[in-house]
């Protein structure tokens, strides 16, 4: 199909983008951590169930396998969802959308830490900084005084710290286990983590108001935003590679705007868009030898 990976993309970005949307509306109905517990169970029971069907080994076989599966779903489950789900209890929508953009950022920076063969060269931590830039916009409550800095969207920001974090991690930890078997794990494991942390904060299951849109809400994440979502993924990191596909961060915000200004009474700033800019920006910078490659691929 001649459009399929266009087709795929804009399907990806509608499916990531408008999960910030469904979080805002099904954080009126669960408490933030369990909340996103249960979609992840959902979810994981859908990709545990796909991998089954798709890869030749399910199981990780060894320590190392292992820990990749405990370090995803720690970090990029886990710690990121209960941030995130936190985070957007007082942060609208497309803003958050916007400030976990920077993941891509800071990934390619923990990186240059982590993985001894990645260094960054003046350019790349120019964009580094032109990224956090872009983040120093939206940390403020109050449009740009960045004097005045809101915790939840500080939260926000260690949300997406954590996601890189964990992205890098598992780079180091690679393993012959298939990814879709270790996503699949991951979420299983880092949704009875959360499980743990609900209980520990004194989330009961009381609390959950049941609703058509809660149950909504929950669905389209488990079902759309999670495994639908990591499926066109898979199909688009193999067809298209890595950087290709990590644009996907940067057209998902403007999903998510589009969706919070039309149904959730969300506001648009010059502000907002001006930091999404600078954020891509920082990431051209950051991957430009990578992006110059694939563009000298297409035009060969």
């Known amino acids: 199909m001649r459009y ?20 805002k509306i099904g954080l009126n109905y669960f408490p933030p951590v369990l909340f996103a517990s249960l979609r992840y169970i959902l979810a994981g029971a859908i990709m545990i169930t796909y991998a089954t069907l798709v890869t030749q080994r399910i199981l990780p076989k060894n320590y190392n396998e292992f820990l ?34 920077m993941s891509p950022v800071l990934t390619t920076g923990f990186a240059r830490v982590i993985l001894p063969k990645e260094r960054l060269d003046k350019v790349g931590l120019i964009g580094l900084g032109v990224g956090f830039l872009g983040i120093l916009l939206l940390l403020s409550p109050s449009s740009g005084d960045i004097f005045s800095i809101d915790l939840f969207r500080i939260m926000i920001l260690l949300a997406a710290a954590s996601f890189a974090i964990g992205s890098v991690l598992t780079r180091f930890l690679d393993s012959d286990l298939e990814i879709e078997a270790m996503e699949a794990w991951s979420m299983i494991i880092g949704a009875l983590f959360m499980l743990v942390i609900s209980y520990s904060i004194n989330e009961p299951l009381l609390s ?53 200004i039309l149904f959730l009474d969300e506001e648009i700033r010059i502000i907002s868009g001006i930091a999404l800019l600078m954020i891509f920006l920082g990431f051209f910078l950051l991957k430009r030898d990578q992006i110059k490659r694939e563009i000298e691929k297409i035009s060969l």
């Open 4 to 23: 399929k990976n266009l087709i795929l993309f804009v399907l990806l970005s509608i499916a990531w983008g408008s999960a910030f949307n469904a979080i």
């Open 208 to 260: 959950i108001n049941i609703s058509i849109n809660a149950l909504l809400a929950l669905s389209y994440l488990a079902l759309f935003s999670s495994s639908i979502g990591f499926l066109i993924y898979f199909n688009l990191l193999q067809d298209l590679g890595p950087i290709e596909v990590n644009l996907v961060s940067y057209s998902a915000p403007i999903v998510a705007t589009i969706i919070g």
């Open 68 to 101: 990749q599966i405990l370090v995803a779903g720690f970090f990029m489950i886990t710690v990121y969802h209960t941030l995130l789900f936190i985070g957007e209890l007082r942060v609208e929508s497309g803003i958050a959308s916007i400030i976990v953009s």
